[in-house]
Each structure stands twice: as C-alpha cells, then as structure tokens.
C-alpha cells in the first residue's frame, strides 16, 4: 500500500475503489450523464455490498470536473499530495479545548454551554491550509466524575467541529482523557477512576496522536492556558506557547515557563506560522 500511495495519489485510489464497486454484480447502472459518489454511488452499493470508511488526514478531493482537476495537478507538482500522506512524517499543532478554543466556564458539560473563541475557526483553517496535523488534547475528568456522559461529550464534539466547519477549518483529531485519580464524588463512574497514562500533562494522548498521524514531535507545537498545558509539552518535547485566554496560565499548579506567551489562539497561530518558515522542509 505505502509504494502505491507514494506513486498514485489516494483520489486516484479512491476512484478506482469506486468503478470497481460500480462494477460488481448488483449495483444499478444509471442512465444519467454524470453521477455522483454521495447521490448516486455510495446509495446503490449500501446495503449490497460491503462498504467501509475510515477518517483520513490524507489529501482527498473530487476532481470530477476539469477546474478541479486543474486545482488536483497544481497540489500534485508542489509536493502538497505528497506532503499529506502520512507515508511522510507531519507537523502537529496540539490545542488544548477549554480556554483556548472554548470559552472557559468551568466543567462544560453540555453543548449549548460550548462557544468558539473569536479568531479560532479562521486560525484553524489557516493551520489546515498550512499543512499541520490540528489535534485536540483534553481532560475531561466531568466524565469519571458522572456530571457528563459519553454521548454528551460526543454532541459537544459535534457542535464544535460543526462550528469550525462554517469556517472552512475541521481538527484532524480529537484526544480527550475521560479519567480522574481521586474517588468521592457522588455519581461517579468507578471503572475511570484510575491513574492513566493519558491525564494531562502526562503524554498519552500525544503518543497516541504520534502512532494514528505519523508526527514529527521535533517540528510540532502545544497551544494551552494553563500550566498543565505547557508541562504536558516539555514533557513531549513539544515547543510551546500559553495563551492570555481562560486561565491564562494563571491556574498555579505547575512552575513551568513557556517557549512563548501570546494573548489569544489567533496570534499563537500567527507565531507558529511565522517561525515555521525558519524550518527546513
Ligand atoms: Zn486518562
């Protein structure tokens, strides 16, 4: 798979994919001109066939028409095809969620509580456009502690990445650690009541993104508000940078300094930006 990914590029593979699902016994030949994957294909095949999907970070675009087709070549000849394809080591930004994406109002535990920060959506997309791997890492001990369940934290998820979306701007992943090491508190779950390896700033959640996305740590950046944060990212050996939002650094429980201090997601975004043009590529 990785030597076919590194000559054809995965639109290429996934259309081929698709004529050969067109093709099999079963499937309804349309008499229209042109069809579709969503309206035309995928409809016909489920239910006859079998049909997976899986989240990729790599580049994927419909080039059905010669305008895209056009945009698809150009990414082709500047490397930007290649550059996506997680045969290739990733740049990452981390971002922690609440006080640095979300307006901090203490244990959110439910989608209507949840607001973007301004400059966010429009920073996010700017990151996407440059090429970095945007993963979210967050502690959501509300979870172990019974005052947000599962599906909640999911509908949550759900609006912010819908919100991102009215932005052109989405997060290749999100990492959260649903535990919480102390017991006593009404409601809780007891099976997440543990000491994991993932709670901030314990480096879990990153090693993980490391393994799913292919990243290159030593040209990736943590953006937080809050000491755990910045700990998280020397722990990694992340380069860091503490926002002037939610707790702005302010929460005491950790004497770490950050690489940099910035007053909002926005300019964290800019100076990422900014000091990765220093990097040789
Ligand atoms: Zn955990």
Redesign the pocket.
């Known amino acids: 798979m990785t030597d076919i990914l590194q000559i054809f590029p995965p639109t290429l593979i996934l259309t081929a994919c698709i004529i050969k699902i067109w093709s099999m016994p079963g499937c309804i030949v349309s008499k229209k001109k042109y069809w579709g994957r969503g309206k035309d294909i995928f409809p016909s095949v489920v239910g006859k066939h079998c049909l997976r999907g899986y989240k990729s970070p790599e580049y994927i675009k419909d080039c059905g028409t010669p305008e895209r087709l056009d945009g698809v070549c150009a990414d082709f000849l500047t490397g930007k095809i290649a550059r996506a394809s997680l045969c290739h080591k990733q740049m990452a930004v981390f971002v922690d969620r609440d006080g640095t994406l979300n307006l901090e109002v203490g244990h959110l535990c439910s989608a209507e509580q949840l607001e973007l920060l301004p400059y966010v959506g429009a920073n996010i997309s700017r990151l996407n456009k440059a090429g970095y791997r945007v993963c979210v890492v967050t502690?959501q001990p509300v979870i172990a502690r019974g005052g947000c369940s599962d599906s909640e934290l999911k509908k949550i998820h759900n609006k912010f990445e819908t919100l991102l979306g009215e932005y052109g701007a989405y997060v290749d992943r999100i990492y959260s650690?649903?535990?919480h090491p102390d017991r006593g508190f009404v409601g809780e779950r007891p099976e997440?009541k543990?000491n994991?390896?993932?709670?901030k700033p314990?480096t879990?959640?990153i090693e993980k993104a490391v393994k799913d996305l292919n990243i290159d740590i030593s040209r990736s950046w943590m953006i937080g508000d809050t000491t755990t944060d910045i700990l998280l990212a020397q722990n990694a050996g992340l380069r860091s940078v503490l926002v002037k939002t939610g707790y702005a650094g302010l929460d005491k429980k950790y004497p770490v300094i950050p690489d940099y201090t910035v007053q909002h997601f926005g300019e964290a975004v800019a100076l990422i930006l900014d000091q990765s043009k220093n990097l040789v590529m």
């Open positions: 502690n650690c649903p535990h997440l543990i994991c390896n993932c709670r314990k879990g959640m």
